[in-house]
């Protein structure tokens, strides 16, 4: 079982930045994929970031790419989203999940991830 709980929500004007924390319990950091999905209202959760095991692998939502960047620390079983350049668009409720099967992998698909958090809300003003 493996527990995560997202902070770093809020409110932003366009063209702000956040950077949102998943903090991971109840299994080996570095035995999982780690990847953020978003969500907005009326709308199905869609990828947007994943980075493997080491950090030295990573894929993007198009959408974000060269804007948002994502990382982890093993050390404090912490995976970041730094968002900067934020449009209205990214406005949604941004989710953590973790990926128990292949720690290499950086996937773009949600039912290859086995464990999600409860998610923090975005809202970027414009």
């Known amino acids: 079982q493996v527990q995560l709980v997202e902070s770093g929500g809020g409110l932003v004007q366009a063209g702000g930045s956040l950077r949102l924390s998943c903090v991971a319990s109840?299994?080996?950091?570095?035995?999982?994929?780690m990847g953020w999905f978003s969500q907005a209202p009326g709308r199905e959760r869609q990828f947007v970031a994943a980075i493997d095991w080491s950090g030295s692998s990573t894929n993007y939502a198009d959408s974000v790419k060269g804007r948002f960047a994502i990382s982890r620390d093993n050390a404090k079983n912490t995976v970041y989203l730094q968002m900067n350049s934020l449009k209205s668009e990214d406005t949604a409720v941004y989710y953590c999940?973790?990926?128990?099967?292949?720690?290499?992998?950086?996937?773009?698909?949600?039912?290859?991830?086995?464990?999600w958090g409860q998610g923090t809300q975005v809202t970027v003003s414009s």
């Open positions: 109840g299994r080996t950091f570095i035995s999982l994929a």
């Open positions: 999940a973790a990926d128990v099967h292949y720690l290499s992998r950086v996937s773009k698909t949600m039912e290859e991830y086995d464990y």
